[in-house]
């Protein structure tokens, strides 16, 4: 697969939503960091001692604060709190739809990053682990979740990597992605 291909498909304009707008939900934003010749995805495995998400598998990324200009320098300050990883906004290439996680009530606004290569990374107590996920072999194991508790919520799928399970809102970005890609006959 070709990584310029995939690029192309993700690239979007970006327009990070205003904060100033009404929302009963907590503005938070993600990054979502492609890498290598072989199309890599980065994920983290939350730590299992955080109040919320604890355990859950998700992209990097966390609450929008004051200081923040606006979520895509939430995405990158908390990519780089969390995985001493600095991405320069220039290799930010797109946007997705921001999802609401339905527990802990956070609009999340994913952004795409394409990075040539992963420098060695450090992972700071938010982080239990962190994945280097096959992107299209990952984005195949997707599977509608039956789950009775999830009905109310058209959008639930879930993605395996390994011993993980990649579900809500993580799952819902992923689904993003890989319908652009789609389109795109990519997958």
Known sequence: MDIEQIRSALTTEINPPSLSELDE???????????GKEPTILMTEKAQNLKVHAGEIAFPGGKWCE???DLLETAIRETKEELCLDVPKEQVVGQLDSVITLNSK??????IAFLENIPSLKANSEVESILHIPLISFLSTMADDNLPEHQSIKEMHT?????YNIWGASARMLKQISILLSKKNLL
Request: net charge positive.
């Open 25 to 35: 939900n907590e503005f938070a934003s993600v990054l979502i960091i492609i890498y």
């Open 67 to 69: 200081k923040d200009k």
């Open 106 to 111: 956070y609009k999340i606004t994913p952004f």
């Open 159 to 163: 993605f395996t990597f390994e011993k």
